[in-house]
């Protein structure tokens, strides 16, 4: 079965501060692709990162981070120096190909960044 | 940047009616799909659709709901006879036949509300 678990129902930190977002899932694929994406108060949906089951090189781009372990089925992200634009609903999610290619969706990490 | 385009942004409409809700996908894409994300919850697979016909649906993807590719550039979900629960937002997305890593593209979604 294909499932995404996201823990963290609601985050708060202060301005400025890091935060990882956590990401286990479970998969029989073994060709799989693990996303996040953000979606902000005006609800559309905003493509964050992405990355295949045969790279776990972790890579940063600007603020964002990731650290995908294989071993663990984990795929967190980080932002760095969050600012309160960042204030949103962070859902992980996979595809593989075996499944459809049908996207399974975690039910949403909820950040608030305060000032 | 090509884009997934949703029309309407937001539908109201009676219970017991019927709504279409009108997608525009990528031009050079070949699988289709709806999404359905009810308010405060995870976003949840509908349907999937290739070469003219339904490659897959969930379980909540049922005899009320249909699909269709009227032309070449529309994809509409249509939903004959609305109940209060299928209030959600609605997601279509696309993805290429042959993608690296079968990224689907969203689009911003339809805020579909039954009173």
């Known amino acids: 079965a294909q499932k995404v678990t996201q823990a963290q129902t609601e985050i708060s930190v202060v301005e400025k501060e890091d935060v990882t977002l956590d990401c286990v899932y479970e998969t029989r694929d073994t060709t799989y692709y693990l996303f996040w994406y953000k979606q902000p108060p005006s609800g559309e949906l905003v493509f964050l990162i992405r990355r295949n089951s045969f790279d776990e090189q972790n890579e940063i781009s600007g603020r964002y981070s990731w650290n995908f372990q294989k071993s663990a089925s984990s795929f967190n992200f980080t932002i760095t120096a969050s600012q309160v634009v960042d204030s949103a609903v962070y859902f992980c999610?996979?595809?593989?190909?075996?499944?459809?290619?049908?996207?399974?969706f975690g039910t949403g990490t909820s950040l608030t960044v305060i000032p | 940047e090509p884009e997934v385009t949703q029309t309407p942004s937001h539908q109201v409409t009676q219970m017991g009616q019927e709504v279409i809700l009108r997608c525009v996908p990528i031009?050079?894409?070949?699988?289709f799909y709806w999404y359905r994300q009810i308010l405060g919850q995870k976003v949840e697979f509908l349907v999937s659709?290739?070469?003219?016909?339904?490659?897959?649906k969930s379980e909540i993807f049922d005899d009320q709901f249909s699909v269709e590719r009227p032309d070449g550039s529309n994809f509409t979900l249509k939903i004959r006879s609305t109940k209060l629960e299928d209030s959600a937002m609605y997601f279509c997305a696309s993805r290429p036949l042959a993608g690296p890593s079968y990224e689907q593209y969203f689009g911003p979604g339809t805020r579909l509300t039954v009173t």
């Open positions: 659709f290739y070469n003219n016909e339904i490659s897959e």
């Open positions: 999610a996979l595809t593989g190909q075996n499944t459809g290619n049908q996207f399974y």
């Open positions: 031009s050079n894409h070949l699988y």
